[in-house]
C-alpha cells in the first residue's frame, strides 16, 4: 500500500518534518541524518521544539514509513521515501519561491 496524496501533504505539513526529510533527500540514499530540533523555530522555545519532533513530527514520519529512527538518534530513509520524493525534490528545488512559512529550510548541516 503506497502512500496517499493526503499523506504526502500532511507529511510535509510542518517545517520540522520538511526539513528532516529535505537533508535525508540531500544527503542521499544510504546517509542518515541527526535528528534534533532547529536551533530557532518561529512561535516556540527550543524545549516546546524538542518536544514537538520527538512527540509529534518524527512519529509521524516513521508511522507513514518514510524515516526510520536509529538507537543514536539519527535517522534514515524508510521504505516509503521514495514515495514522496518527486514531491519533496520539487519542494526543495524550488524552494525560494514558497512564502516563508512553507519553505522547506534546509538545515546547514
Known amino acids: 500500500m503506497g502512500l496517499t496524496f493526503d499523506e504526502q501533504l500532511r507529511a510535509l505539513g ?18 542518515g541524518i541527526a535528528a534534533r530540533p532547529p ?6 522555545t527550543g524545549e516546546e521544539s524538542r518536544i514537538r519532533l520527538h512527540h509529534v513530527d518524527l512519529p509521524l ?9 536509529g538507537d543514536d538518534g539519527s ?30 529550510s534546509v538545515s546547514a548541516d
Do not use: C, K, Y
Not at 14 to 31: F, H, K, N, V, Y
Open 39 to 44: 536551533a530557532t523555530d518561529e512561535g516556540t
Open 14 to 31: 510542518s517545517t520540522q518534518r520538511r526539513r528532516i526529510l529535505a537533508d535525508l533527500l540531500l544527503a542521499g540514499p544510504e546517509s
Open 61 to 69: 514520519l516513521v508511522v507513514l514509513d518514510l524515516v526510520a529512527r
Open 75 to 104: 535517522v534514515t530513509r524508510g521504505d516509503s521515501f521514495d514515495e514522496i520524493e518527486p514531491m519533496l525534490a520539487l519542494f526543495v528545488e524550488h524552494t525560494d519561491n514558497w512564502p516563508g512559512a512553507f519553505s522547506v
